[in-house]
C-alpha cells in the first residue's frame, strides 16, 4: 500500500477518516480525524483513496482536512437511496464491487468520495445488500421483507423499553404512571416479579424494564407496587403464589345475598326436626369470632347429665353442585390469618343466616348424650333441629364464671372425665399453646401466647370431640359412604411429658403420624377413639358439610348424596385446598412473627435448643414459638433441651429471613 492514503475504518457503529503516515504491514499508523495516533488493522479498513498532499499539512491542518472529508461523504450519503437501487439489480442475482454500485448510481466519472459514500450507506445498510468475500450482494425480497419485520419489532421493543424506564422512573419517585394501559402493563410485570421472582413468567421482561430505567434492587417490583398503591407493606403474597381465592364472585355473592334475604327458605328436613328453642344454649367462642357453628346444652337427668352438642345446618339452605357449594369446595376451609380472614361462605351468610346469634331461631344438626357421672356414654340421638342461643360467652367469661355458675363447673366436670375416658383408650394430649398475633394502624406488632388448656377451652374441645366421634359412628354402623380423619400410631414411642414443657411436647408431636382423609373408618390414634371424622364446623369447613349431608339423608330416610366414587372426586379437590390453607397459615404466621422481631433487633431472647446439627442447631423461640436455626458457633455446644441467649440481628419477614447470633 502507497503511503499518504485517506482510509476510512469502523470504531464501534460509526465510521471514520484517517490519515495513513506509515505502512507497519499488518497495521497501518494513522492520525485519526479525532487527532489521535493510531495503529490500525487492516481487516477494519472499508475504503481507500490516494492522498500525497497531506504530508506537506501540519497536523491541526491535516485533521481539519480529515473532518472536511467525513463531513462530504456524510452530505453525500444522505441523497443515496438504497432501496432503489436495489431495486435495480434484485432481479439479476450478481455480486458488485463497490466502485461499480457507484456507477450504476452515480454514472461514470465517479468520485472517491461517491464511493466512499456510498460504501458507508451500504455498511449501515439493514435490508437490502450483504457484504461477502470483497463483493455486495442483494438480498432476496423474502429475505428483505424479513429483516424489515424484525427492524421494526426491534424499534418497538426500544421504543416499549425507553417507554417503560419512563413511567418507572416516575413511579420511583413518588408520581403516578397516567397512562391507563401502561399503567396496567407495568402492574402486572412488576406483580408477576414480586411474587414468583425469577420463576415468574414476566420475570426477564421486567427485568429488562427496570434495568432501563436503572432500578435493579431485587426488592425494587415490591416496592413500586407500594408506591403505586397497588401493595400494602405488609402485602401477603403467599396468597397469589398458591392462588388462594380471596374474593368471591359476584354469582355468588347474588346467591348468598339472595338466600340471606328469603324469609321462607324450604326446609327439606322439616318433617324431622324437632323444636329445641326451649331448651337453653350457650355458644363459647373467642372475643374475636364472627361465625358461630356450635352450640352446648346441659340437662341433669336420672342417670346422670344429658349433654348437647348443637351445630348450625347449612346444608338445608343449598344442595351439592351449586353455586354455593362449589365456591365452598374450592376454598376447602376458611382461612383465618393474623391480619384477615377469608371465609369459605361469604359473610352475608356465615356471620348472619347460618351463625348461631344468640336470641336468633336456627336450623341445626342436634346431639343429644346421655352421660353418667363417671362419664360413660349410656346412650345419644341425633336429628335436625331448630335452636334459639340463649346466651353468648367468651373463652374468658367461662373461666371466670366457673367457680360461681354449677352449670358451667358441672360440664367442665363431665368433659373431664370424657377426656379421662378417651385417654385411657389410648388417646394423648399434646396440645401447644396458641400464638395470637395483634397489628395496629402504625404498623406495631403484639404477640400473645394463649393457653388453651382452659377449662372453657377444654369443655369445648371434649365437647366437639365427641361430636365428631359420635357422627363417624353413626356413618360406620350404617354403612354409609364419608369420609373418616385417621391416625396411626406413633413410629416411636412418646416420651413422658413433664408440666408442660415446651421440649418434650415438639419431640412428641414430631413422633406423631400424619392424620390422614380415608374412605374407610379406622382408629384415630391421638385422640384414642376407634372411628372420627369432622362435622362440628360447616360454616368453616367443606368436610363437615359432607357429613351433615349424609347423616340427614340417613336420618330422613333418603338416599346419600354421596357414592363412595363421588367421595373420591371431591377428595381430589379439597385435599389440595387443605394442603394449600395450611401452608399459607404457617407461612402467615412466621411472616408476622418476623416482623415482630424485626421491631426489636439488638434485643437478647431466650432460645430453647431442639436439635443439634453438625453445622447448626434448631431453635424454638418460646417467648413466641417461633422456630428457626443457627450456625454451629465454634467451640461451644449445646445439648437439645437446653435454653441459651441469642441476639437478634436481623430480620426480613418479606424475605422469610431471621439472622440470629449467640449471646
Avoid at 346412650?379 to 346466651?391: A, K, N
Avoid at 373420591?568 to 379437590?573: C, R
Wanted: overall charge negative.
Amino acid at each position: 500500500m502507497d503511503n499518504y492514503q485517506v482510509v476510512e475504518f469502523f470504531e464501534g457503529r460509526k465510521i471514520y477518516c484517517a490519515f495513513v503516515g506509515d505502512d507497519r504491514g499488518d497495521r497501518l499508523h494513522v492520525i485519526t480525524e479525532q487527532n489521535r495516533e493510531v495503529n490500525l488493522p487492516r481487516k477494519r479498513l472499508i475504503h481507500t483513496t490516494p492522498w500525497s498532499a497531506g504530508a506537506e499539512l501540519s497536523r491541526h491542518e491535516l485533521v481539519e482536512h480529515l473532518k472536511a472529508i467525513g463531513r462530504r461523504r456524510e452530505a453525500l450519503k444522505q441523497e443515496i437511496n438504497l432501496e432503489e437501487l436495489w431495486e435495480l439489480l434484485v432481479d439479476e442475482a450478481e455480486d458488485y464491487i463497490i466502485a461499480d454500485l457507484a456507477r450504476l448510481w452515480y454514472g461514470d466519472g465517479v468520485t472517491s468520495d461517491q464511493i466512499a459514500a456510498l460504501g458507508r450507506a451500504l455498511y449501515e445498510d439493514r435490508f437490502f445488500f450483504r457484504y461477502k468475500g470483497g463483493l455486495w450482494q442483494p438480498h432476496p425480497p423474502e429475505v428483505v421483507a424479513n429483516l424489515k419485520e424484525h427492524y421494526r419489532r426491534e424499534l418497538e421493543r426500544r421504543q416499549e423499553m425507553e417507554t417503560a424506564a419512563v413511567w418507572l422512573k416516575s413511579a420511583w419517585e413518588g408520581q403516578d404512571i397516567t397512562d391507563p394501559a401502561w399503567k396496567q402493563r407495568l402492574v402486572e410485570v412488576l406483580r408477576d416479579m414480586a411474587v414468583y421472582g425469577s420463576a415468574g413468567e414476566l420475570y426477564e421482561l421486567g427485568k429488562a424494564y427496570l434495568e432501563e430505567a436503572k432500578l435493579g434492587k431485587p426488592d425494587t417490583p415490591f416496592k413500586l407496587l407500594l408506591k403505586l398503591g397497588v401493595f400494602v407493606p405488609d402485602e401477603n403474597l403467599d396468597l397469589y403464589r398458591y392462588e388462594a381465592p380471596q374474593e368471591f364472585s359476584p354469582e355468588v355473592q347474588d346467591a348468598a345475598l339472595r338466600l340471606s334475604t328469603r324469609p321462607d327458605h324450604p326446609d327439606p328436613y322439616a318433617s324431622r326436626r324437632v323444636d329445641l328453642t326451649d331448651l337453653k344454649t350457650f355458644t363459647i367462642d373467642g372475643e374475636r369470632t364472627r361465625d358461630f357453628d356450635d352450640a352446648l346444652s346441659l340437662e341433669r337427668t336420672p342417670q346422670g347429665w344429658r349433654l348437647g352438642v348443637h351445630i348450625t345446618d347449612v346444608t338445608s339452605y343449598y344442595p351439592p353442585g351449586d353455586l354455593l357449594d362449589l365456591s365452598a369446595l374450592e376454598r376447602g376451609t376458611s382461612l383465618y390469618l393474623p391480619e384477615r380472614r377469608i371465609p369459605m361462605l361469604p359473610e352475608t351468610l356465615s356471620e348472619n343466616t347460618f351463625s348461631l346469634l344468640a336470641q336468633e331461631t336456627r336450623r341445626a344438626l342436634s346431639f343429644l348424650v346421655n352421660v353418667s357421672e363417671a362419664g360413660e356414654i349410656l346412650d345419644y340421638t341425633l336429628f335436625p333441629s331448630l335452636i334459639r342461643v340463649h346466651q353468648r360467652l367468651t373463652y374468658h367469661e367461662v373461666d371466670f364464671r366457673m367457680g360461681q355458675e354449677e352449670n358451667l363447673a358441672a360440664l367442665h366436670r363431665l368433659t373431664i372425665r370424657l377426656r379421662e375416658r378417651r385417654l385411657r383408650h389410648g388417646g394423648v394430649q399434646l396440645q401447644f399453646p396458641d400464638v395470637l398475633i395483634y397489628t395496629d394502624a402504625q404498623g406495631d406488632v403484639r404477640v400473645e401466647i394463649e393457653d388453651t388448656e382452659t377449662p372453657s377451652h377444654e369443655m369445648v374441645s371434649e365437647a366437639m370431640i365427641l361430636a365428631n366421634y359420635l357422627g363417624a359412628h353413626y356413618l360406620s354402623e350404617a354403612g354409609l359412604p364419608a369420609l373418616y380423619r385417621s391416625q396411626a400410631p406413633p413410629r416411636e414411642e412418646l416420651a413422658p411429658v413433664e408440666g408442660k414443657s415446651l421440649f418434650q411436647l415438639w419431640q412428641n408431636r414430631r413422633r406423631l403420624s400424619r392424620v390422614l382423609l380415608e374412605l374407610e373408618p379406622q382408629p384415630h390414634w391421638g385422640l384414642g377413639l376407634p372411628v372420627y371424622t369432622t362435622l362440628s364446623s360447616p360454616i368453616r369447613r367443606y368436610l363437615d358439610v359432607i357429613i351433615h349431608r349424609q347423616i340427614l339423608a340417613a336420618l330422613s330416610e333418603q338416599p346419600p348424596p354421596y357414592s363412595t366414587k363421588d367421595l373420591e372426586v371431591v377428595l381430589s379437590t379439597l385435599e389440595p385446598a387443605l394442603r394449600r390453607a395450611a401452608i399459607l397459615k404457617t407461612r402467615r404466621l412466621r411472616y408476622w412473627l418476623l416482623k415482630y422481631l424485626s421491631q426489636r433487633l439488638g434485643q437478647k431472647l431466650p432460645a430453647l435448643v431442639l436439635e443439634h446439627h453438625p453445622n447448626r442447631y434448631r431453635l424454638l423461640l418460646p417467648d413466641i414459638l417461633l422456630e428457626t436455626e443457627m450456625p454451629a458457633p465454634s467451640g461451644r455446644q449445646f445439648n437439645p433441651g437446653e435454653t441459651i441467649l441469642i441476639r437478634l440481628d436481623r430480620a426480613i419477614p418479606q424475605e422469610d429471613v431471621l439472622k440470629i447470633s449467640l449471646v
